[in-house]
T-cell receptor
Framework: KQEVTQIPAALSVPEGENLVLNCSFT??????LQWFRQDPGKGLTSLLL?????REQTSGRLNASLDKSSGRSTLYIAASQPGDSATYLC???????????FGTGTSLTVIP | KAGVTQTPRYLIKTRGQQVTLSCSPI?????VSWYQQTPGQGLQFLFE???????NKGNFPGRFSGRQFSNSRSEMNVSTLELGDSALYLC???????????FGPGTRLTVL
């Protein structure tokens, strides 16, 4: 069974700082990987989707990388803002269908 | 374009009862997945429906079941509720085969 781990579990940074969130998975036979954010009491919002054949994806201040062979992905957030405060989750997609294995999440707080 | 909607948003039931949750995907999306989110276990995949057929199933007991209608709307049913079924139930839709997942706001189920 695919195990997905995210480190750190919580992170607090001052506004403007660049930061990296980590995600590791045990089975490299993945189809894709998604990064989500979840705000308290709300559903998930997809941030970036990386197909297994890709190495990275970028959207605005966000950059996600994927290294299948080492079972790792990172989410880089540039120039963090208080509005970035949320829980960030990575999810690994199986080879078929839309079944995703989620990590435990990193709770990010950006201090003004 | 309207997002994924889930009804009801909150539900309180007692042990032994059954419950039905509803999810309406984004128009044109044919895949609907269901997840259970709890503080202890995080996000766990329940099942996925694609064009009215269950395509993937997670490791949940048979008390958890679902279906999808011809208009892609999906329902999830939990019979003989247990205290441990208290959770946020999220559904997600996507357009097809392993694509970006769009999540609804969830249904908060409390079992007393």
């Amino acid at each position: 069974k695919q195990e997905v781990t995210q480190i750190p579990a919580a992170l607090s940074v001052p506004e403007g700082e660049n930061l990296v969130l980590n995600c590791s998975f045990t089975d490299s036979a993945i189809y894709n990987l998604q990064w989500f954010r979840q705000d308290p009491g709300k559903g998930l919002t997809s941030l970036l989707l990386i197909q297994s054949s890709q190495r990275e994806q970028t959207s605005g201040r966000l950059n996600a990388s994927l290294d299948k062979s080492s079972g790792r992905s990172t989410l880089y957030i540039a120039a963090s803002q208080p509005g970035d405060s949320a829980t960030y989750l990575c999810a690994v997609g199986k080879n078929t269908g839309n079944q995703f294995y989620f990590g435990t999440g990193t709770s990010l707080t950006v201090i003004p | 374009k309207a997002g994924v909607t889930q009804t009801p948003r909150y539900l309180i039931k007692t042990r032994g009862q059954q419950v039905t949750l509803s999810c309406s995907p984004i128009s044109g999306h044919r895949s609907v997945s269901w997840y259970q989110q709890t503080p202890g276990q995080g996000l766990q995949f329940l099942f996925e429906y694609f064009s009215e057929t269950q395509r993937n199933k997670g490791n949940f007991p048979g008390r958890f079941s679902g279906r999808q209608f011809s208009n892609s709307r999906s329902e999830m049913n939990v019979s003989t509720l247990e205290l441990g079924d208290s959770a946020l139930y999220l559904c997600a839709s996507s357009s097809g085969h392993t694509d970006t997942q769009y999540f609804g706001p969830g249904t908060r189920l409390t079992v007393l």
